[in-house]
Structure formats: structure tokens, C-alpha cells
Nanobody
Framework: QGQLVESGGGLVQAGGSLRLSCTAS????????MGWYRQAPGKQRELVAN???????NYADSVKGRFTISRDVAKNTVYLEMDSLKPEDTAVYYC?????????WGPGTQVTVSS
């Protein structure tokens, strides 16, 4: 599946915005889907949003209307625009790709939202 390089995490106040980027080492339309999971301390990893090879998007109910996933195929990059951030969005965010049964993960980027 290749390497995934993430960027864009950080510390932001509640109500603020951040944009995460994830760049793959191969054409992203070759994946069944690509997107982001997150894991908060003491909690299970959960899907945040993903985008299929055909461009369809899917969001967790908790982020609908606040987060937007998009992609730049020419740059092999997927973005997660996060607006109206809440303290409960604090987590490590992991980029992933899936092709058939093969799932690859990025190293994760910390997002911290202060109240």
C-alpha cells in the first residue's frame, strides 16, 4: 500500500479550525477508500470520515456538518478540514487506506482542542 505522510495536527481552542493532510505514495483513486480514524485516550479507534476511489464521502455522525473530507488526486493527498472543533474531538488522528483486505495506517497526528 505504501507510505502515508500526515500533517496538520496541533492545539486549537474550541470553535477553531484545523486541516489535516495525508499524502500517499501511490495514486489514491486505486484505493477502495481512504480517510481518517481517531483514537482518544481510553477509547477505541473510530472512523471519522472517508472517501472512496470514486469520490463518495462518508462521515461519522459526531462530525457531520463540521468536518469535510476532500482530495487532490494530482497530489495523491486527502484532506480533512475540521471546523467548529470541540474538546471531545481531541484525539490522535490516523490516516488510512484500504484496498481489498489490505489496510495501511499513517503514524498519527495529535489534535488537541482546549475549552
Amino acid at each position: 500500500q505504501g507510505q502515508l505522510v500526515e500533517s496538520g495536527g496541533g492545539l486549537v481552542q474550541a470553535g477553531g479550525s484545523l486541516r489535516l493532510s495525508c499524502t500517499a505514495s501511490r495514486t489514491i483513486t486505486s484505493f477502495n477508500h481512504m480517510g481518517w480514524y481517531r483514537q482518544a485516550p481510553g477509547k477505541q479507534r473510530e472512523l471519522v470520515a472517508n472517501i472512496t476511489g470514486g469520490g463518495s464521502t462518508n462521515y461519522a455522525d459526531s462530525v457531520k456538518g463540521r468536518f469535510t473530507i476532500s482530495r487532490d488526486v494530482a497530489k495523491n493527498t486527502v484532506y480533512l478540514e475540521m471546523d467548529s472543533l470541540k474538546p471531545e474531538d481531541t484525539a490522535v488522528y490516523y490516516c488510512y487506506t484500504r484496498k481489498a483486505w489490505i489496510i495501511s495506517w499513517g503514524p498519527g497526528t495529535q489534535v488537541t482542542v482546549s475549552s
